[in-house]
Every structure is written in C-alpha cells, then in structure tokens.
C-alpha cells in the first residue's frame, strides 16, 4: 500500500525522471518492459464494444427516469451516441476477424489471383 502514491519513474539507464512524491530515499529500480502494455498485445474490441452498448442501455432507462424533456432528450441523445459507438466497434471487430481468417487460410491469395485473370 506504501508504493501506491509513489511516481519516481525510473528510466532505462536507471536515472530519475520526476519527482512527484513518494519516499525519494527509495531504491530506484528500472522497469524490464518500459511499457506497461506490450506493444502487439492485441485490443479486445468486443469488450468496447460491449461497454458502449451497455453504457447506451443505461443512457436510455435514465432518459425514461429523468424528471424533466430536457433531461429525457439529453440522456436519449447520449444512449443513440454511445449505441452508434458501439455497434461501430461491434462491426470492426467482426471486419478485423474476417480479414485475419481470409489471410490465414490464403483466401486473400486466392482472391488476388483470380482478379488478374
């Protein structure tokens, strides 16, 4: 629990960078990765998506609570907003995985070949 407020960043070499609080009499240790998601680790698009499309569900059961028409517009509008968000998602999702499966099984190269002839 102590090393939750600490912001001491430590870069490659091992040299401070920031003191933002936290013990500075600490051990600076450098970090392995430098990044705290590894740069080809994949985006789960389905749990956005699946975030927006709730978050839009909530939006709407909150337009039909609200007291006021303002109030009723405004939380309709956000829920048509986060549910475009995340069928948008939803569908460049599904998109991404057609595209990995055609060029998995040389669908692609196939496709490609039959157009030139």
């Given at each position: 629990?102590?090393?939750?407020?600490?912001?001491?960043?430590?870069t490659r070499d091992g040299t401070m960078v920031g003191n933002f609080g936290g013990n500075a009499s600490k051990p600076v240790r450098p970090t392995r990765g430098g990044q705290e998601l590894a740069v080809r680790e994949p985006i789960d698009i389905y749990h956005w998506a699946l975030v927006a499309l709730v978050t839009a569900l909530m939006?709407?059961?909150?337009?039909?609570?609200?007291?006021?028409?303002?109030l009723s517009r405004a939380a309709n509008v956000t829920s048509a907003v986060f549910g475009m968000l995340g069928v948008a998602l939803m569908a460049g999702g599904v998109l991404r995985n057609l595209r990995m499966r055609f060029t998995m099984h040389g669908v692609a190269k196939a496709l490609a070949g039959a157009e030139t002839h």
């Open positions: 629990m102590d090393d939750t407020l600490d912001f001491d960043t430590a939006c709407a059961v909150l337009g039909y609570a609200a007291g006021t028409p303002a």
